[in-house]
Structure formats: structure tokens, C-alpha cells
């Protein structure tokens, strides 16, 4: 029988909501995200499904079960403990026996032998509430303009295409597009092109008839049909297969859909807008995109910059995810960013951008106990963030966005996708600037020393051997 325990005054996890399992140990902080479903076995074995090397943990010390976020001791050596939070606002510890799980809450802390979880609702598609809010940010000229472009394209039916590094904000401005324009009372489909295969793309963009193929019991109506009067977002078009490509080129020339099986076009009406973090005029010089089909989406192409490059927004954005988040978790009072945390938050490159801002203010909510933000609530990484590293310099803005054939964005991973923005000239920056000393250069990322060796193999570049490796 499973015993409920009052671990938080949190609202119950959103469907399809997920959860990030933040791990403090040894004063040193990771965050990994954990799947949809499953029983997950924590412990510091090799084989369990969330390891830990610490002495202090079981081989297999507890398990937690997602979604219910159900937790159980496997017989631990040095204990499983719940963070129980009372109405005054302190804190007790209880233990969990062994035979007896017990639920938790959204924001749960967890104590396994010395290592400290804590349980943080993941954010990687924000609520549409908090998506308007952050548009309200735009001190930078560059998204005031971008800001100002899209509201006089918006009411029409042109396709926008937004280009930007990952977490830049890519798919708020498609909100825009679709929540300003004669459309908003319609569906705004969001697809994640990424995902798309062949077989995908006939079978649930274009739907099917009844016994078009084994287990066809009945027609189904495609994505783009069910759209009809909507906005389409392709997201992640850059990492659309060219097969499928010609398949959705074909669709927005014609305006038309086949079904799988069917033998009569399917008229669609809906408006496209389309967002990558790729450099789509390379792609298509490489062969990898398909030329018409980006003509056809390139009806005003706008580059959004990254964080870094709009220095003016990074605080403004804090506190309003700080103020967001109190409100999420009901929290009787907003903790002040102390000056070591602003110093932090104005220095650090945020190669995840408006993202990992957001995710990195949520989680230092949850492991503040007291009135401040400190600087510790915010370092993720442990010593590589130990000595804050300098701001990423800032080049030249670029024109005012207007419709554009040549696109540019950040040079991507040679393969795969680069979510934290390693473009080739920031890693040999980072190495000129430390002298080669490849410690310290991934420090000034934020990152660790064995992420910085990766990318740089990645890249193909010379590892420096001259200077002194801490």
C-alpha cells in the first residue's frame, strides 16, 4: 500500500509533463532528464538506471517510478529520507521503510545516503501562459524589430521562417505569428520534423482510407487536414529527411493532400511557419535541403540573436521566471537574487540560451531553502563554474531582419544537433584566450573539460599539447 507523503505544496505534474531528476552531491550539482514512464532503479551500481558513484549509496539503493513519481527503498545500507515540508514553512526529514513506497510531489527533495535529488518539472515545452509573458521582454533593438516585423506580417499568410541556436525562443515568436494573425481562433499544430520518417510523413501528415495497408481498420484523418484553417509549425525543419521533403513540398505547392490508399486530393488551408537552429542556405549548397522547398518557406526569414548577444534582457528574464516560479509552486514569498547571483547571472555565456535560463532560475527556486538566491543555487556543473566565466563576445549586430534569402546562423556539430552552441570559432576563442589550457577554456564555456575535448574532436581541431593541463 502506498503511503502519500506531504513533500511540497506543488500542483500534480501536467499530462505529458516530464521530470528532471537534479542530483547535489559532494556540493556538486547535475541535472538529467528522466523518461515519460518506466520504474528506475537508483544506486551507484553500474547497471542501475540512474548511477551514482558515491560510498555513501547502495549498489541498488532505492527505484522511483514515473509518472506516479512513486518512490521505495531496496534495502539501502544508509537510508532513504523525504524531505517533508510543514504548514509553518520548516522542514523534516522522514524515512522511507523498505517494503513501504511512498508518493511524492512535483519539487520533491530526496536524500540517499549523503547524495541529495530533487525532483524538478521538466520545462522543455513552456506553458502558452508563460510563453506570452516572456514576450513581453524585448529590450534588445534586434528583437524589437523582429517583434515589430512579425506584427505586420502576422495578419497575413506568408511563411515566416525563424532561424536561431536552440532555446532562443524560436517557437514563442511562431506563437506570435499564429496569436496575431486572423487564424488564432484555429489549431496552431506544432510538428516536430526531427521525428518525421517516410512512413511517418504519408501515413500521419496526409492520414489514410480504410484498408490502405494491414491494420487500416478504419480512414484516418492526417495532421495538415486536421489543421484546416490553422497554423502549421514545422519545427526543426533543417532536420527534415529528404525523402520527406519532397513529400511536404509537394503538399505546400498544392495546397492538396493524398491520403495513403485515397485517389482523391484532400484541399488543406493553413499557414506555415517553419523554425531551425541549422543554417538552411548551407544545407541546401550541401544537398541536404531541398532548394524549392526552402524558397517556399522563405517568405520572411528573420534571425533570432542569441542570449549572449542581448546582454540587457538576461536579468529582466530571470525575474520574471523567478516571479513565475513562485507562483507554480506556490511559494509564500519571492527569494531577492543577491549580488553575487546577478554578478553570475550577468557574466555566464548561456550557451542554452532563454532555455536553460529559464530551467536554471526553476531549480534554484527548488534548492533554496532561505530568502536569496545564492550563487551555488545556479551552478549546475560543480567546478567547472567554479570562477564565473566571461560573456561570449559580442559581434556586430547584424541589419535589421528583413526577408531574406541568406539566412546564417551559428555553424551546428558536423553531426547531430548542438543544443549548446559549441560553434568552432567560440571553442579556438576559448583555447586562444587560456593559452591552449583546455581546463580553464572550458571553464570560460561552462562546461566540462571532457564536453570541450568532445567538440573538439568533433570538429577535427588540434589539440593543444604546449600549455599545462590542470
Known amino acids: 500500500m502506498q503511503e502519500p507523503v506531504t513533500t511540497a505544496a506543488l500542483p500534480p505534474l501536467a499530462t505529458g509533463e516530464r521530470v528532471d531528476l537534479v542530483c547535489v552531491v559532494d556540493g556538486q550539482s ?15 551500481g553500474a547497471e542501475t538506471s540512474v548511477c551514482v558513484s558515491h560510498r555513501s549509496l547502495s549498489r541498488e539503493h532505492a527505484a522511483l517510478t514515473v509518472p506516479e513519481l512513486v518512490l521505495e527503498d531496496l534495502g539501502s545500507t544508509n537510508g532513504t529520507f523525504v524531505r517533508v515540508m510543514h504548514a509553518d514553512g520548516s522542514t523534516t526529514e522522514t524515512r522511507v ?20 535529488f530533487v525532483l524538478v518539472p521538466s520545462f522543455v515545452r513552456e506553458a ?19 517583434h515589430g516585423l512579425l506584427a505586420r506580417v502576422a495578419p497575413s499568410d506568408i511563411p515566416v521562417l525563424i532561424l536561431g541556436e536552440t532555446g532562443v525562443g524560436k517557437e514563442v515568436l511562431a506563437e506570435r505569428v499564429h496569436n496575431a494573425s486572423t487564424r488564432r481562433g484555429r489549431p496552431l499544430l506544432r510538428l516536430n520534423c526531427a521525428a518525421l520518417s517516410e512512413q511517418l510523413v504519408e501515413a500521419e501528415l496526409f492520414g489514410h482510407e480504410k484498408g490502405a495497408f494491414t491494420g487500416a481498420s478504419s480512414a484516418k484523418v492526417g495532421l495538415l487536414e486536421s ?19 519532397a513529400k511536404l513540398l509537394r503538399a505546400l505547392e498544392e495546397g492538396k493532400v493524398l491520403r495513403v490508399g485515397g485517389v482523391t486530393p484532400r484541399p488543406i488551408d493553413v499557414r506555415f511557419v517553419a523554425a531551425t537552429h541549422r543554417d538552411l542556405e548551407q544545407s541546401v549548397l550541401s544537398g541536404a535541403f531541398r532548394r524549392d522547398l526552402y524558397f517556399r518557406l522563405a517568405g520572411v526569414v528573420l534571425r533570432v540573436p542569441p542570449l549572449r548577444e542581448r ?28 549580488e553575487d547571483a546577478l554578478a553570475y547571472l550577468r557574466a555566464y555565456a548561456w550557451p542554452g540560451n532563454i532555455r536553460e535560463l529559464r530551467h536554471s532560475v526553476e531549480r534554484a527556486l527548488l534548492l533554496c531553502d532561505g530568502p536569496a538566491l545564492e550563487r551555488k543555487h545556479f551552478d549546475l ?26 539566412p546564417r546562423v551559428d555553424e551546428p556539430a558536423p553531426t547531430g544537433r548542438n543544443p ?15 593559452a591552449g589550457n583546455q581546463t580553464r577554456a572550458a571553464k570560460s564555456l561552462g562546461i566540462s573539460r571532457r564536453t570541450l575535448v568532445n567538440w573538439i574532436e568533433r570538429y577535427g581541431l588540434a589539440r593543444p599539447r604546449g600549455a599545462r593541463d590542470e
Open 30 to 44: 547535475t541535472a538529467r532528464p528522466l523518461p515519460a514512464s518506466g520504474r528506475l532503479v537508483i544506486g551507484r
Open 97 to 116: 521503510a523498505q517494503g513501504k513506497p511512498v508518493t511524492l510531489a512535483a519539487g520533491a527533495t530526496v536524500r540517499l545516503g549523503a547524495v541529495t
Open 128 to 146: 502558452a501562459g508563460a510563453s506570452v509573458e516572456a514576450e513581453a521582454i524585448a529590450l534588445d533593438e534586434r528583437m524589437q524589430e523582429i
Open 227 to 245: 489543421a484546416t484553417g490553422g497554423t502549421v509549425l514545422l519545427d526543426e525543419i533543417g532536420d527534415l529527411r529528404l525523402d520527406a521533403q
Open 311 to 338: 546582454p540587457s534582457e538576461v536579468l529582466p528574464l530571470a525575474r520574471l521566471f523567478l516571479r513565475a516560479a513562485c507562483a507554480r509552486y506556490k511559494r509564500g514569498f519571492e527569494p531577492v537574487l543577491s
Open 381 to 406: 556543473s560543480g567546478p567547472a563554474l567554479a570562477s564565473a566565466p566571461r560573456p561570449a563576445p559580442v559581434t556586430a549586430a547584424p541589419e535589421a531582419p528583413v526577408a531574406s534569402a541568406s
Open 420 to 434: 549548446l552552441g559549441l560553434t568552432r570559432e567560440r571553442i579556438t576563442e576559448a583555447l586562444d584566450r587560456h
